[in-house]
């Protein structure tokens, strides 16, 4: 299939740098942060919503805004773009997502992706009052994903280990929303076997992701389904590679030391596959971090979550992306900082390279149709197309 291409809605806040600089660093140098006012994170999803992203992630965390009201706000101030919506299996009732995400898929207009978040940070899920263990989560989202799909064509009964409802449903049935589900573990790739329709792998090299794809799509043909793959990017694109690698330099040109080395030890401690692999993939070194050409680490020395970073010019980052495509990635979520204009660089430079190689659908790939300008949720008689196979 053809990519999907997702951007990111910064609901935690923008900036230009990986984390503030050390005390005593150059004068001048300073975090550059932008609020998440709604009316910055209008722009930012206008912006990919003009240049022909399949959709949007917004995240959950506990430094983020609501993703279910961010999403539904801003899906009010866009056409075509469809949101992403992260949330934690373990902190609503399967039978309360259902209603809410059957609620934000009319309002929308058939708009909505879920993305279930198991976690992986203990610190955060404390926070939030979920002290299970790590495979334990993923046993109650697997019993969380058997009710929610249930439910939305119901009524649905289940008496599990972590859950037990009588009769779920929803009054108004949905257009179901695909299921993103992220991890590495072996927990992860069962559970996705069984109940996502995308398996969202943390993206490591080309080699690594590949062979993981085919473990889980094994899974997955015992199960009787079949799945979609994607992974998780950060992109610094430009129109020549020394100035993309000058953008990726700086970013982390004054990280205090001190920083990444606790940080790396908290990763080392996670009780995530993904976060520890990430970890791993650079050792807490900041004189190594272009693990593979094209490929760089930066963001993961402070950064949780996803670490890996695609920097060249644009057909650099092209030929890499094609390279996770061939390895079976088709679902791609992108970012870059500020995420404003990190889409413009991407969207202008990346995507037209993505679709002169057949890879992306578009103006120049191989139909050579652009889109109907007419919004999908606005067409009289259509229901917007959100199959993600």
């Known amino acids: 299939m053809s990519l999907q291409l997702y951007w990111f809605i910064p609901a935690h806040g923008d900036g230009r740098e990986v984390a503030k600089p050390r005390a005593g660093g150059p004068p001048g140098v300073a975090t550059l942060r932008r609020d998440p006012d709604i009316d910055y994170l209008a722009q930012v999803a206008g912006a990919v919503d003009r240049l022909g992203f399949a959709g949007a992630l917004v995240p959950f965390g506990i430094f983020c805004e609501d993703p279910w009201l961010v999403a539904a706000a801003l899906s009010q101030r866009t056409d075509r773009l469809r949101f992403m919506v992260a949330f934690r299996p373990g902190l609503l009732s399967p039978t309360l997502a259902a209603q809410m995400s059957a609620t934000c898929q009319r309002i929308s207009g058939g708009r909505l992706l879920l993305n279930v978040v198991v976690g992986g940070d203990p610190e955060e899920q404390h926070r939030y009052g979920d002290w299970l263990a790590h495979d334990q989560r993923y046993v109650r989202a697997d019993e969380f994903l058997a009710v929610l799909r249930g439910a939305w064509s119901g009524p649905v009964d289940l008496d599990g280990e972590h859950y037990r409802v009588a009769g779920a449903t929803v009054m108004r049935r949905p257009d179901p929303p695909p299921i993103f589900l992220g991890g590495s573990s072996a927990a992860a790739q069962r559970v996705a076997a069984r109940r996502a329709d995308v398996f969202l792998t943390w993206a490591e090299l080309p080699a690594q992701t590949g062979s993981l794809v085919a473990g889980v799509r094994a899974l997955a043909a015992e199960a009787g389904r079949e799945i979609a793959f994607g992974t998780r990017f950060h992109v610094i694109s430009r129109d020549t590679s020394e100035q993309a690698w000058a953008v990726a330099d700086a970013m982390t040109a004054n990280l205090d ?133």
């Open 257 to 389: 030391p001190a920083l990444v080395a606790r940080t790396q030890e908290r990763f080392r401690r996670s009780d995530s596959e993904g976060q520890r692999r990430m970890a791993a993939l650079h050792g807490g070194r900041t004189d190594r971090l272009e693990i593979y050409p094209n490929v760089w680490a930066g963001y993961g020395l402070v950064r949780q979550g996803p670490g890996i970073t695609l920097v060249g010019s644009h057909e650099e980052v092209a030929d890499r992306i094609a390279e996770y495509h061939a390895q079976g990635l088709d679902h791609l979520i992108l970012s870059g900082q500020p995420h404003l204009e990190e889409a413009y660089w991407f969207g202008e430079g990346v995507m037209p390279a993505l679709r002169r190689r057949g890879l992306l659908a578009g103006p120049d790939g191989p139909d050579g149709d652009r889109p109907d300008p007419a919004p999908p949720h606005r067409r009289a008689g259509q229901r917007p197309e959100v199959s993600v196979r």
